[in-house]
């Protein structure tokens, strides 16, 4: 069974040094979200955390090799779904950002730990609780 995903937009940073993890980052640059995709940003808000999903483009193809790897921060291996190594079996990545600004189809962020050009295949809410849920049912509409 084929899965097939296509990009909604890339990223734009300047930034020499991005950090391996959203965390630790204070990283800005901008999501480049394909026109199509216009409307589907409508209620993203600046200082708002959003969760972007993306594809970790550059990374080594994926062998039973990878199965244990020693992160640089770690001195011991650890199996790779305990880490966030961009080596895996389907290199899909996500992130939680600070949305800094939002203007049309450009949405300004902070925390990036991708590389200029990594293609972004989506965004969601970042929700910390039920009320933080764009569809609870006791929110504002």
């Not at 409508?42 to 062998?63: C, E, H, L, M």
């Not at 950002?97 to 972004?120: F, Y």
């Amino acid at each position: 069974m084929p899965i097939v995903l296509e990009p909604i937009g890339y990223v734009r940073t300047s930034a020499a040094d991005i950090p391996r993890h959203w965390v630790f980052s204070d990283v800005e640059g901008t999501l480049v979200i394909n026109k199509e995709y216009l409307k589907g940003l409508k209620d993203i808000k600046t200082g708002q955390s959003i969760v972007v999903i993306f594809y970790f483009d550059r990374s080594p193809t994926f062998n039973h090799s990878y199965m244990i790897q020693m992160p640089p921060h770690r001195k011991k291996k650890i199996g790779v779904f305990s880490i966030c190594s961009p080596i895996r079996p389907n290199p899909i990545g996500m992130s939680v950002l600070e949305v800094l600004r939002i203007e049309e189809n450009i949405i300004k962020v902070r925390g990036l730990d991708m590389l200029d050009g990594t293609p972004i295949l989506d965004i969601k809410p970042h929700i910390e609780d039920e009320t933080s849920c764009p569809s609870y049912k006791g929110g504002s509409s």
